[in-house]
Structure formats: structure tokens, C-alpha cells
Antibody, heavy 127, light 106 residues
Framework: QMQLVQSGAGVKKPGASVKVSCKAS????????????MHWVRQAPGQGLEWVGC????????DYAQRFQGRVTMTRDTSISTVYMELSGLRSDDTAIYYC????????????????WGQGTMVTVSS | DIQMTQSPSTLSASVGDRVTITCRAS??????LAWYQQKPGKAPKLLIY???TLESGVPSRFSGSGSGTEFILTISSLLPDDFATYYC????????FGGGTKVEIQ
């Protein structure tokens, strides 16, 4: 059963950066890491879901939500089937659970539903 | 940006009830809509994609309908395991989630 395993929780000071990893494991024979766009979604405590952006693991191309432009960077390491999300200039309202999620269909353009989610990484921003 | 408006925000229901949740898009998204279920402390779980396609392994009491700007998630007969929060998501143009509907026990 393919799953996404994320790095652990962390506490950061305002103005700092955080880098969260998301590793695909338990691959089936038919799954290729580079075939499915990977997305990042966050959820502030007691709030709804907010899309942060996505990465094409094949090309490394990215799309970010406008409100995170200039502060977020998504990268990947295909040799270890891992994607990363780095958020800089942290503020208290960046306190949230950050999820990675895989697009359901391979070769999609970044516009598809998410069928597999990581367990989430709690990022707390506090002085 | 496409806005997604979900209603109601909270729904009180009993086991066995038929439940409907509505999601409206600020502009046409064709059938680029998914529904997710989320339980406390857990990641969202995909239920429906392409507005009406049931994800593998999801019980058939869940169904989705609609296209364009108005979409409905229906649970035909509520089970105890279905008390959770439900979100719609448009993926026609980038991604936007609805505000969520909490289905609670009446």
C-alpha cells in the first residue's frame, strides 16, 4: 500500500524558515514517483483546508498559491522519492498542520483530486 | 480566483438519515470537483472526484452530483462512522476548498 510519510513536528520563531519533507513509500509496481503531481495543503487549528502549491516531480516545475508566492519553495529528490516544502518569513498565522498529497491520476497537469495524503506535520510559529 | 461556498456549515442528523451537502462555485468548473471526509486528528480522505465518480473502496451510500457551479454530496443512510467534517474542492483552476460541513449527531 503506497503511503506518504512526512517529517516530524516543529516549533519555529517568527521570521524563521521551515522545511517539511514527504516521502513516498510502499510503492506498487505500477506507481512511479515522477508520474503524479504532489501538492501541499495546510490547515490552521480548528480551520479549513488551504492549498499551498504543487510540484511536478518529473520536471521539478512548480505552481504556488498567490498568497504564498515569494515565501514558499517546493523541491524534490527523485532518487529517494521525496518532495519538500520550505516556507520562509514565518508568522504566527502560519501555525498549521501541513499535508502533502498525491494527485489521483498520473500525467495530470496539476489540476486533479488528491487520493493519497501524508499524515500531516504540525508547524508551530511562536516566540 | 474561484471561490467555493459550502452549506450548511453544520448539520445535525441521526443514524439512518439521508444527508445532503451543497457546494457552489463562483464560476463554472465543469466537473472538476472532489469531496473529502475528515475526522479529528486525521488527514482528509477522498470520497468522490470528477463530481460524481466514487473513489475505490468508498461505500456506495456516498454519491455526488452536479456540474458547472452547483454540486451536491449525498449520504443515503447515515452510519455512526459518517459523523465527520466534509469538504469540497475545485481543481478546474488551481485549487480551492469549501469551508467545510460538520456532520454531528443530533
Amino acid at each position: 500500500q503506497m503511503q506518504l510519510v512526512q517529517s516530524g513536528a516543529g516549533v519555529k520563531k517568527p521570521g524563521a524558515s521551515v522545511k517539511v519533507s514527504c516521502k513516498a513509500s510502499g510503492h506498487t509496481f505500477s506507481y512511479t514517483f515522477t508520474g503524479h503531481y504532489m501538492h501541499w495543503v495546510r490547515q490552521a487549528p480548528g480551520q479549513g483546508l488551504e492549498w499551498v502549491g504543487c510540484i511536478n516531480p518529473n520536471s521539478g516545475g512548480t505552481d504556488y498559491a498567490q498568497r504564498f508566492q515569494g515565501r514558499v519553495t517546493m523541491t524534490r529528490d527523485t532518487s529517494i522519492s521525496t518532495v519538500y516544502m520550505e516556507l520562509s518569513g514565518l508568522r504566527s498565522d502560519d501555525t498549521a498542520i501541513y499535508y502533502c498529497a498525491r494527485e489521483i491520476r498520473d500525467s495530470s497537469s496539476g489540476n486533479d483530486a488528491f487520493d493519497i495524503w501524508g499524515q500531516g506535520t504540525m508547524v508551530t510559529v511562536s516566540s | 480566483d474561484i471561490q467555493m461556498t459550502q452549506s450548511p456549515s453544520t448539520l445535525s442528523a441521526s443514524v439512518g438519515d439521508r444527508v445532503t451537502i451543497t457546494c457552489r462555485a463562483s464560476q463554472s468548473i465543469s466537473n472538476g470537483l472532489a469531496w473529502y471526509q475528515q475526522k479529528p486528528g486525521k488527514a482528509p480522505k477522498l470520497l468522490i472526484y470528477d463530481a460524481s465518480t466514487l473513489e475505490s473502496g468508498v461505500p456506495s451510500r456516498f454519491s455526488g452530483s452536479g456540474s458547472g457551479t452547483e454540486f451536491i454530496l449525498t449520504i443515503s443512510s447515515l452510519l455512526p462512522d459518517d459523523f465527520a467534517t466534509y469538504y469540497c474542492q475545485q481543481y478546474k483552476s488551481f485549487h480551492t476548498f469549501g469551508g467545510g460541513t460538520k456532520v454531528e449527531i443530533q
